[in-house]
């Protein structure tokens, strides 16, 4: 089994590919759900994050996260940034690990990560076989993002610079989904990128090096033990 990473810029329309390629039966590892996940109320993470900002970025009446009243307060703040992502991305990637392994074992060729800061982090870049970016016209971009999340221009526009630019993305991907047409058009890449994944070979190769990894590893300790073995009975 090998992994594609689904990334792009703030709303360009990751969610849209993504709902394709579920559609056609291939997992998706939404690396934002899972995010939302680790901070539900009780959680260890949500616990991390009251004792570090506060009940401010809190909904008073469910104890929930009140997602944008923490990204205001870290949007200008890199060290607040730098704690937030401390608290949540060592459960966030080992709840990806193990969702990978899961994968593997019910016999997926592949699996997507949607993974939207997969550049800026690069935590799990050099574990992609294939990249796919999600860009779109800067102009629709920002009128996305300020529809969506009910921003201002200036605003909207702070939230796209903090971002890497699109055109570094798609120059260090092996596939890029124009998403400023229609959805049909967006399906139809889609799609076409599906097909030559599913016919890739790579997964074998990946499958035969783990077991043969795993055969020898066996190997060694079986003739260990029976040395051993054989070692306290001639005592």
């Not at 019910?106 to 990560?113: E, I």
């Not at 800067?138 to 702070?158: P, V």
Request: contains cysteine.
């Amino acid at each position: 089994m090998f992994l594609v990473a689904l990334t792009g810029g703030i709303a360009t329309g990751k969610s849209t590919v993504s709902a394709v390629f579920r559609q056609n039966g291939v997992p998706v590892i939404d690396a934002d759900a899972i995010a939302r996940l680790v901070v539900e109320p009780g959680k260890p993470a949500w616990h991390k994050i009251k004792a570090a900002f506060g009940d401010g970025v809190f909904h008073p009446d469910s104890g929930e996260l009140n997602r944008e009243a923490l990204g205001k307060l870290i949007f200008d703040d890199v060290e607040k940034r730098r704690i937030l992502n401390e608290i949540t991305h060592p459960t966030i990637h080992r709840i990806i690990y193990k969702e990978v392994v899961k994968f593997f074992f019910l016999g997926h060729n592949f699996v997507v990560l949607d993974l939207p800061l997969l550049f800026e982090t690069g935590v799990m870049l050099n574990l992609m076989h294939k990249i796919i970016t999600v860009t779109c016209e800067e102009d629709i971009q920002l009128t996305r993002l300020m529809d969506r999340n009910h921003l201002s221009e200036a605003d909207a526009k702070k939230r796209i610079k903090q971002q890497m630019p699109l055109e570094q993305k798609c120059n260090q991907s092996h596939f890029v989904v124009e998403n400023s047409g229609t959805f049909q058009d967006t399906e139809d890449q889609a799609m076409k990128i599906l097909n030559v994944l599913q016919d890739s070979n790579q997964h074998w190769k990946i499958r035969g090096v783990i077991f043969a990894t795993a055969a020898i590893v066996f190997s060694s300790i079986a003739w260990v033990l029976n040395h051993k073995y054989k070692f306290l009975s001639s005592n």
